[in-house]
């Protein structure tokens, strides 16, 4: 699930810009400094080639390390140029994204809600800019995570009318201290009204 169709080691970077209620890595919201340098992944890395064949760098939001991100991610795929580089954003930073073309080959993009200023703070169009450019690149997903405050499950037309028609989509079912905040049925219906509008919809109860 982190890297569709690959086996892949995860990064996690430090630091997040936004505040969602039901994020999984609250302890990686502080920017803490100095974990890892490229030296210990490419020694990490180097041991499992064997097994793997792409790297996942999430977060908190990676593309607040901006420049660092890209050169740290454009030396790894100069000592490894066959594994694939998978890039998650919370699509506040369409700058970044933009920075990583011809480095990484997926860029997932969160799409929380469409009341972006309202909840969260940043504009919807910086976000959409940012699903704009994840889908230059060889492969792209588009993530909605159905927290009920952010996303209303009875009217998936509201995001269809921000989706692009060529758009991947992963409809995500969100989970509140360890419970399900929706019943199947209506992350499988919210699913179905995208099929409508986006080019593929990617199902995660
Ligand atoms: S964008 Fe991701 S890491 Fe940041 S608070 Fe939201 S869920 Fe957590």
Partial sequence: MDYPGRISLVLFTSGCN???PYCHNPELRRRQEGSFTIDDVIKVVSSRTAIIDGIVVTGGEPTLHGKQLVSFLSSFKE?????????DSNGSNPGVLEALRGVADMIAVDLKTIAYERYLGIELSTVLRSLEVARSFTEHEVRI????????????????AVLDSSSVVA???CYLDGRPANTPEVVEEFAEGLQRCVK??????
């Fill in 18 to 20: 936004l505040n969602c």
């Fill in 79 to 87: 000592v490894f140029p066959s594994l694939q580089i998978k890039v």
């Fill in 145 to 160: 995570t159905m927290y009920p405050d952010y996303v209303d499950a009875k009217h998936p037309e509201e995001f269809c």
């Fill in 171 to 173: 409809v995500q079912q």
């Fill in 200 to 205: 593929e919809v990617r199902l995660r109860l």
